[in-house]
């Protein structure tokens, strides 16, 4: 599977922003979709995942009830829709994508198969 994350960007704090995740390969409904982010100096952080049917979503406390990750099978995509921005929201945003497997954990980066370059958001005060 082979990941492209577009859709940064420059937003005020309170602004919006809609990141998308385009796939291309077989067996995209076989994987696990996450995004994580980094800001400078900071390590790698998990910040949204969503399993293979849609069904079930998870969220980083910091960005719960206010990120909103989906996916779409049919076209190859993973969204995350990014409300009520913060300046601490600041960071390369990655999609990644994570076979199905048994004791798969989706909040740990070290679990996920491929990773696309990331994007850049950055959240103005």
């Keep these: 599977v082979q990941l492209q994350a577009f859709g940064g960007g420059l937003v005020q704090a309170g ?6 995740c385009a796939a291309s ?9 996450g995004w994580f982010r ?3 100096g900071k390590e ?4 949204a995942a969503i399993k293979w049917a ?5 969220y980083a406390d910091s960005v719960k ?6 996916r779409d099978n049919g076209k190859l995509m993973v969204y995350l829709q990014m409300n009520s921005l913060k300046p601490e929201d600041t960071a390369v945003y990655y999609c990644a994508a994570a076979l199905v497997r048994i004791g798969l954990s989706l909040f740990s980066s070290d679990e996920y198969d491929h990773w696309g370059p990331g ?7």
């Design 15 to 20: 602004g919006s922003l809609r990141l998308s």
């Design 25 to 33: 390969g077989r067996a995209f409904g076989s994987y696990a979709m």
């Design 38 to 40: 980094q800001a400078p």
């Design 44 to 47: 790698r952080e998990f910040v």
């Design 54 to 58: 849609g069904v079930s979503q998870y």
């Design 65 to 70: 009830d206010r990120f909103t990750i989906s």
């Design 119 to 125: 994007t850049q958001v950055t959240v103005s005060s």
